[in-house]
């Protein structure tokens, strides 16, 4: 018995680790904002068009 009390009190201070690590993460680092533009193809957005004039 005590070995398996042993082995649930690791779990749960890994586990409370990796939640603090987890809500450091969240609480602490703030993501870099940037403004993004993508060029689509006009054939992804009129497809149909496309397949008419042929």
Do not use: C, D, H, W
């Not at 009390?5 to 680092?29: E, K």
């Not at 993501?31 to 689509?40: N, Q, V």
Request: aromatic share 10%; glycine share 4%; no cysteine.
């Amino acid at each position: 018995m005590p070995t398996l009390f042993r082995f649930v009190v690791t779990l749960a201070v890994l586990a409370g680790i990796a939640y603090g690590a987890m809500f450091a993460l969240a609480m602490f680092v703030e993501p870099k904002k940037a403004e993004m533009s993508i060029r689509i193809p006009a054939e992804k957005l009129n497809p149909k068009k496309n397949l008419t004039q042929n």
